[in-house]
DNA sequence: TGTGGAGCTTCCCATCATGGGAAGGTCAAG
DNA sequence: CTTGACCTTCCCATGATGGGAAGCTCCACA
């Protein structure tokens, strides 16, 4: 198998295997005659694999910490555990963070008119005009 | 003012505010004679617009947009209204997406023993060997 | 007056994961 | 034999930020 078919076969793009090879996540694939790299199930199994780790938002690294774990036989279920709780962590605090940004944001675009007058709550707001934005006098009990 | 002092007082790193001179987002600064740029309250206010701005997720190119519109004084208000509309779409798919991933991990995570033994779910997931983990039969209505 | 340290300047490099594209070799079908 | 689809390597770009070196300036203190 070339690397074309091993990308269609993975998912991953040909550019991408190379440099996975490249950085070492994946062993340097055997050659053919012609200097193409020849992949086989295997290595296509692998390559989904990260791909998969990817698709879940694990780093590169991650993927390969989790990679080697899984071609450790006598891994132990806890090292993949807390690999994979730290990203729940890590993902938690950006959700949260981007959820604080939108929650913001919503209630400028909420207060501005969006019409052809200049007058723009969102503008004031950015330009730190005093308060940040009149009020939400809804059932919010946000401070921040 | 010299760029540090310009720093503390908007929260902007002196390295970034050169680098926003450099891919213009904002003006090339005066030099006093000492080739030093010197900063006034005028440009302290646009850090900390910049600032705002990027700490509501808005990128350098969105950033440099809501600018121009608060600089224009004949700006429709529609068009900031716009910009933040656009930016609440994009951080909206992001939140989805990261939360579809939270939601796997943490079915994967709750499956996963933790101990010192090598069996793994979330290694199987990854592996995509057949079932995407046994079941969850708790009141989620979720196929995907 | 000299000196040390803090602060400024420019310039280059690294990050993270990915894509684009050039220049050139190879292979298979027509 | 040509054409086009592959493959190879190599370099560059992204977005926003930080690190650090080499060399300048400035101020305060002895």
Redesign the pocket.
Same mark, same amino acid.
Request: charged share 30%.
């Given at each position: 198998m070339?690397?074309? #078919? +091993?990308?269609s076969a993975s998912g991953v793009? +040909?550019?991408?295997i $190379? @440099? @996975?090879e490249e950085i070492g996540l994946i062993r340097p694939?055997g $050659?053919?005659?012609?200097? @193409? $790299?020849v992949y086989g199930e295997e290595e296509v199994h692998i390559l989904r694999f990260i791909k998969r780790a $990817?698709n879940l938002g694990?780093?590169? #690294? #991650?993927?390969e910490t989790l990679l080697k774990l899984w071609q450790d036989k006598s891994r132990e279920s806890a090292a993949v555990k807390e690999v994979a709780t730290a990203h729940i962590g890590d993902l938690e605090r950006r959700i949260a963070e981007m959820q604080g940004m939108l929650k913001t944001l919503k209630h400028l675009a909420h207060c501005c008119g969006g019409d052809n007058r200049p007058n723009c709550p969102i503008l004031d707001d950015l330009a730190g005009d005093g308060t940040p934005v009149p009020a939400a006098r809804k059932k919010m009990r946000q401070t921040a």
């Open positions: 070339n690397i074309g #078919e +091993a990308s793009s +040909a550019k991408m $190379r @440099y @996975y694939m $050659r053919s005659g012609n200097n @193409y $790299r $990817r694990f780093s590169l #690294e #991650e993927t």
